[in-house]
């Protein structure tokens, strides 16, 4: 699209060549704003991206979103460069967005530490003891807030406890539990 964009201009006669964008009702050249600037949208992107193929997609689809909406364009808002930017910007965003969200493929030699290993049976029946041992408004909050996900205020609307109070009914059964597993590693080593 960039090559055909960046021609010279219309071929007299030839009715493919004839844009809607040139000649409608908004008035907004799309030729005339990609030879004029095109190339800084280019060096935009460029810069924000670091990858001049992807920043040369953008600014493609800068001229495709320009396009489909040009009869959005006021030109007592804004000049065409600045509404061109403002456009250049979003889809650059989309494009940063969707690089961050996609997870790269990384050579096992270089490939971290596994976070979580498979859990002892031994320590399950460790915390299951643990959580044996604490009252039962005590336990019923940490299995509401840690296990069952729930929020402090969702448990309060169930419960009718404060939020306060359920938060130190957690903290200090996290810190009974805590207590527990640490007695049992010492006397296991």
């Known amino acids: 699209m960039i090559a055909v964009m960046g021609r010279a201009g219309p071929v007299p006669g030839r009715a493919a060549d004839r844009s809607p964008m040139s000649e409608g009702s908004s008035g907004l050249d799309v030729r005339a704003a990609f030879v004029e600037h095109g190339s800084s949208l280019l060096g935009f992107a460029v810069n924000a991206l670091r990858d001049r193929a992807l920043a040369e997609d953008c600014v493609q689809e800068t001229f495709v979103r320009a396009w489909r909406a040009r009869d959005s364009f006021d030109a007592d ?49 460790g915390m299951a003891e643990g959580l044996a041992r604490l009252s039962d408004d005590h336990r019923a909050a940490v299995v509401a807030v840690h296990l069952e996900g729930l929020s402090y205020r969702e448990v309060s609307e169930r419960t009718g406890v404060p939020v306060a109070t359920l938060r130190t009914r957690v903290f200090h059964a996290l810190r009974a539990l805590r207590t527990h597993l640490d007695d049992q590693e010492t006397t296991d080593d």
Do not use: K, M
């Open 77 to 125: 808002r804004g000049s065409v460069r600045t509404w061109l930017f403002a456009i250049e910007r979003r889809v650059v965003l989309d494009v940063y967005r969707a690089r961050t969200r996609t997870p790269s493929v990384v050579p096992l030699e270089h490939a971290p530490d596994p976070v979580a290993t498979v859990a002892d049976p031994l320590e399950r029946l």
